[in-house]
Antibody, heavy 114, light 107 residues
Framework: QVQLVESGGGVVQPGRSLRLSCAAS????????MYWVRHAPGKGLEWVAF????????YFADSVRGRFTISRDNSKNTMYLQMDSLRAEDTAVYYCVEGSNDYWGQGTLVTVSS | DIQMTQSPSSLSASLGDRVTITCRAS??????LTWYQHKPGKAPKRLIS???SFQSGVPSTFSGSGSGTEFTLTISSLQPEDFATYYC?????????FGQGTKLEIK
């Protein structure tokens, strides 16, 4: 069955970095664009970033552009979100998503706090 | 960037009620809009795609309409499992953007 499993979340100090991973299985990962969505405590859903099926195109929300980078390794069926210069407002559950088929991971919690 | 204005932000209703949630786009997005239901501790669930297309397994009490800049999600008869937060998402152009959400609560 289809699985998207996020990992790499945790507690990090403001200004530091963290890399999230999303491991995909059960579908042909290399055929689909993927994106990240986050949900901050008490706030609404926020679309974060997208990467095309082959990794050549990517887009970011204004709130993370210049601080976050997105990449993928199709040989490993894995997508990554490199988060630099983290801020308290980046605290959220981060979901990886394949939007065409509405596949979502279970989410990984990132807490930015001193 | 396209802004999505969703209303109301919260809604209190009773079982069996009909409710409508609206999303307005800051510019035309054709029918590139999806509605999601989100419950605490779970991943969001897609209800409606392409503004009005039903998703397999979603109750027929849910329906969507609209095109261009005005969109609505209607629940024709509220069931206990429908109390959740609802979001619209525009996927017409990057960056994609969600509406602010509508929290549907039991009256």
């Amino acid at each position: 069955q289809v699985q998207l499993v996020e990992s790499g979340g945790g507690v990090v100090q403001p200004g530091r970095s963290l890399r999230l991973s999303c491991a995909a299985s059960g579908f042909t990962f290399s055929r689909y664009g993927m994106y990240w969505v986050r949900h901050a405590p008490g706030k609404g859903l926020e679309w974060v970033a997208f990467i095309s099926y082959d990794g050549t195109n990517y887009y970011f929300a204004d709130s993370v552009r210049g601080r976050f980078t997105i990449s993928r390794d199709n040989s490993k069926n894995t997508m990554y979100l490199q988060m630099d210069s983290l801020r308290a407002e980046d605290t959220a559950v981060y979901y990886c998503v394949e939007g065409s088929n509405d596949y979502w991971g279970q989410g990984t919690l990132v807490t930015v706090s001193s | 960037d396209i802004q999505m204005t969703q209303s109301p932000s919260s809604l209190s209703a009773s079982l069996g009620d009909r409710v409508t949630i609206t999303c307005r786009a800051s510019q035309g997005i054709r029918n590139d809009l999806t509605w999601y239901q989100h419950k605490p501790g779970k991943a969001p669930k897609r209800l409606i795609s392409a503004a009005s297309s039903f998703q397999s397994g979603v109750p027929s009490t849910f329906s969507g309409s609209g095109s261009g800049t005005e969109f609505t999600l209607t629940i024709s008869s509220l069931q206990p499992e429908d109390f959740a937060t609802y979001y619209c998402l525009q996927h017409n152009s990057y960056p994609y953007t969600f509406g602010q959400g509508t929290k549907l609560e039991i009256k």
